[in-house]
């Protein structure tokens, strides 16, 4: 390999390599001093290995969901995420099981005799449609034959127990008191207009609905204007609307608790909330089926009041949203927690297949409102086109798990796991995301994507995204880009994290900014389709929108990627404390395979700058360049380069020169041999930019 040009630079003695099994790099991953009293090449000693946290106790936290962390009703899986515990098989109609049961059972039991378990005292009401006396009173002797006759003479607070029986009318509730079935199997309301089958209006707070089913040709129950109100044990199914729909009436307070109840095959929206307060507890939501006109088929629904500007406050506590369309759970302008839930198996929508997302938030439009969405202790999974997304919104996931999303299903696009979003160009601030001890895993074309958004990855695992579905292209594991709706560049802090197992680039960063630390980044290949790429870091500008690139990568560990390690061009980025190992060239091509590539693309020549600062690194085993620099400035000092075909090599690029500034106290060698750094011109060739 004959030297066009080269560059010593001073070195001290050469050790031994250590390369230890341990998962990251050993606490000394440099070159010891010589005799000389020089100091160390490389890395400087670490307390956690990469991709672990350090804690106050001196242990160190590995990333993903602690095994304790798992919410209530899941366990761990031994890789740092957590399975619900379910049936399984599906549950049939009428039969319901939770996060941590592992069999179907009945919403609620039936009891014996006429009135199973109905706590009954002196001012309680009977109804038994079956009753043939005559002369109702709505005593146990004379029950009323119709719900809404119970109602009208019950006292505030009264119970109105109801015996087996399907009663065909529509009830209205407008005081405090407690409409009691015998149980869900047993006891049903079948609605008999397209109104809704019950309505629980101003007057009733404190209203209880338990231990029935209702059903009919409108909405299941309706909540407007009354606070307080508990539905709870009830089967709503088959209904011609919304299973339940909580909604704020003449500015009044409309506050509702679903609790272990089970909704399925309502229409359109299984529970919708508009402007109101409302707990699902221990509830099933599924099979909702689309709208007449073949769309929706929403499991939870919730929006602010657009004419108040009054947000929604729902809480989804160990629940299971099954089986729905378009959306699993959807928010707009609203405070939305899950909590301990399952989200899965989310449908595309039926008109035009699209959608299928198991978790959505979005700004309300026509308040101008932020979404806000805490998922914590949960799983999406199997979604279509989307796990969890935030659109001009803020989202916090926590020890929760977002695995196996598809494409959607009428293009073959998309997949991704999480994605936030700035959609908006009037909206002032950047959407904001964090990601904390969690697992996003096995989803399509990209784990986690930001796009004019901020980012916060923490303690976090992305791994095993494979391309999308209709090319198979893809497979990034975190994605940053300047949003072209907004014109806001995003902007990443990473810490702890694994990413393991991606395809193209395990962290791809256009026309943005990205802070690494204490982070493994693994084993990234090459498109499935292409052979190309599998590069662990990418950091380069944005061709779509101008924006340069920087950041910076320390205490970190690359190791084997595909083609270049990290990936510079049109951008600045500085390297501290970072090892990098056993990059590979293409396996088809065989071409490249560096640790540190920096490029000066034609695109980018005399405008945007690519520049790279590296301080105390170790750059082993790479088959081609330990450091690549075509047309760039790179400065290094106190680095550790060993076992590298070429250590440092400098081509130009049109009329970009390279550039080396040797900040000294670098050890280049192999094999316990050493000898003087150089830089070489070699004509070796640079690959391409990362697609946008």
């Known amino acids: 390999m004959a030297a066009i040009g080269w560059l010593l630079i001073t070195t001290p003695s050469c050790g031994d390599e250590t390369n230890g099994s341990e998962p990251g790099p050993p606490a000394d991953a440099g070159t010891d001093a010589d005799s000389g009293g020089s100091p160390d090449a490389g890395p400087d000693p670490l307390s956690c290995p990469p991709g672990q946290l350090p804690l106050s106790n001196g242990s160190c936290l590995l990333p993903g969901v602690p095994p304790d962390g798992c919410g209530e009703g899941f366990e761990p899986t031994g890789d740092g995420g957590c399975n619900p515990i379910l049936p399984d098989a599906p549950c049939p109609a009428g039969m319901m099981a939770i996060p941590g049961e592992v069999a179907c059972r009945e919403v609620a039991p039936c009891g014996t005799g006429t009135w199973g378990d109905i706590p009954i005292d002196g001012t309680t009401q009977f ?60 006891v049903e309301i079948a609605g008999a207009t397209a109104a809704s089958t019950v309505s629980i209006l101003p007057g009733a ?113 160990r629940s299971l949203i099954d089986g729905n369309r378009t959306c699993g759970v959807i928010g707009f302008g609203s405070d939305l927690t899950l909590e301990d839930t399952v989200v899965r198996d989310t449908l595309p929508q039926v008109v035009d297949g699209l959608f299928g997302n198991g978790v959505m938030v979005f700004r309300s439009e026509a308040a101008g409102l932020r979404g806000h969405l805490v998922v914590t202790g949960s799983v999406v999974m199997t979604s279509r086109g989307g796990g969890v997304s935030a659109v001009d919104s803020e989202l916090l996931i926590d020890r929760s798990v977002v695995q196996d999303t598809a494409s959607r299903a009428a293009d073959g696009l998309n997949g991704d796991g999480v994605v936030i979003l700035g959609a908006e160009p009037t909206e002032p601030h950047r959407p904001v995301a964090q990601i904390v001890a969690s697992v996003i895993e096995r989803n399509h074309r990209i784990g986690v994507v930001a796009s004019g958004a901020e980012l916060t990855v923490e303690s976090t695992i992305v791994r095993d995204t494979v391309g999308q579905a209709a090319d198979s292209l893809g497979g990034n594991g975190v994605y940053l880009d300047a949003s072209q709706h907004t014109g806001e560049v995003s902007a990443l802090s990473m810490v702890g994290a694994l990413l393991d197992g991606n395809l193209e680039a395990a962290v791809l960063v256009l026309g943005s900014t990205a802070d690494i630390d204490l982070s493994w980044i693994r084993d990234t290949s090459p498109c499935a389709v292409t052979g190309r790429f599998g590069r662990g870091v990418t950091i380069q500008w944005s061709a779509a929108t101008l924006d340069p690139a920087s950041g910076s990568l320390r205490r970190s560990l690359v ?42 693309h034609p695109e980018t020549s005399g405008v945007v700058p690519t520049r790279a600062t590296v301080s105390r690194c170790a750059i082993h085993g790479s088959p081609r360049a330990g450091l690549a620099n075509f047309g760039g400035s790179v400065a290094i000092g106190g680095s550790d380069l060993q076992c590298n075909a070429i250590d440092f090599d400098g081509e130009s690029v049109m009329n970009d020169p390279f550039e080396f500034t040797d900040e000294g106290g670098n050890v280049c060698g192999c094999d316990g041999a050493h000898y003087p750094c150089q830089v070489l011109s070699t004509d070796i060739a640079p690959p391409d930019p990362a697609p946008p």
Do not use: N
């Open 205 to 317: 707070d404190g209203a209880e609905v338990r231990d029935l089913a209702v059903t009919g040709p409108g909405t299941g129950i309706l909540v407007a204007g009354s606070d307080g109100v508990q539905l709870a044990r009830l089967w709503i199914h088959d209904t011609g609307a919304r299973g339940i729909r909580t909604d704020l009436i003449a500015a009044q307070v409309t506050g509702a608790v679903v609790l272990d109840s089970l909704v399925e095959t309502a229409r359109d929206q299984g529970i919708s909330v508009r402007g109101a307060t409302t707990t699902v507890d221990r509830t099933v939501v599924r099979d909702t089926r689309p709208s007449a006109a073949d769309y929706d088929g929403r499991g939870i629904s919730v929006t602010d009041d657009s004419g108040s500007g009054t947000r929604s406050e729902v809480v989804v506590r």
């Open 559 to 600: 190791e084997g990627s595909h083609e270049a390690a990290i990936f510079v061009m049109g951008a600045d980025l500085t390297l501290e404390d970072v090892v990098i190992r056993d990059t590979a060239p293409q396996p088809a091509a065989g071409l490249y395979g560096d640790g540190l590539l920096l490029l000066a």
């Open 127 to 186: 109804v038994d449609r079956s009753y043939l006396g005559g002369g109702s009173d709505g005593t146990q002797a004379k029950p009323w034959l119709t719900l809404q006759a119970g109602i009208d003479a019950a006292a505030s607070g009264a119970i109105v127990a109801i015996a087996a029986g399907s009663y065909v009318e529509d009830v209205v509730i407008d005081q405090p008191l407690q409409l009691w079935g015998r149980c869900p199997a047993q």
